[in-house]
């Protein structure tokens, strides 16, 4: 790896495969302030029986709680995957600088995919976008993940 958001996505990759060995659907994130890692978390929807137990929102309340204060400028949230209308509208509200993720979602992506939340002009706060980084890993989890789940359909 040889840049910072790399290295800062590896981080929320390492949380995916926690998610995946709980049986979670292996998305992980990570937000991160001035080159240090506030708060990093993985999807535990299924564990917490919460629909908004998503990674990036549970990253955003952790940060939020950590540092005192709900307006995370200055902030990169890094995120295994393209954040959905939910997420993506939280970082917005959270007032976070930017959102890197590695790879695009098609069926639920809010960041360019299906929406575009970030770059919506008539919210009161725009994020910088970048998507594809370590991009193969990323999609390689999520794609085994719900192989080995029409696989065990499957069996029954």
């Not at 890692?37 to 952790?62: K, M, S, W, Y």
């Amino acid at each position: 790896m040889n840049t910072i958001d790399e290295k800062c996505l590896a981080v929320a990759l390492e949380e995916a495969q926690c998610a995946e060995k709980e049986g979670e659907v292996p998305v992980g994130a990570a937000l991160v302030i001035r080159g240090e890692v506030i708060a990093q978390a993985h999807n535990l929807r299924e564990g917490l029986f919460d629909p908004t137990a998503h990674a990036e929102i549970l990253v955003l309340r952790e940060a939020s709680q950590r540092l005192g204060r709900w307006r995370l400028a200055g902030g990169t949230l890094y995120v295994t995957m393209e954040p959905c209308a939910m997420c993506a509208g939280a970082a917005v509200l959270a007032r976070v600088s930017r959102i890197v993720y590695g790879c695009r979602d098609p069926k639920a992506g809010a960041c360019g995919s299906v929406l575009d939340i970030p770059r919506e002009p008539k919210l009161n706060h725009r994020i910088e976008v970048t998507g594809g980084i370590l991009e193969q890993p990323c999609q390689e989890i999520v794609q085994r993940f719900f192989e080995k789940r029409r696989e065990k359909v499957n069996q029954q």
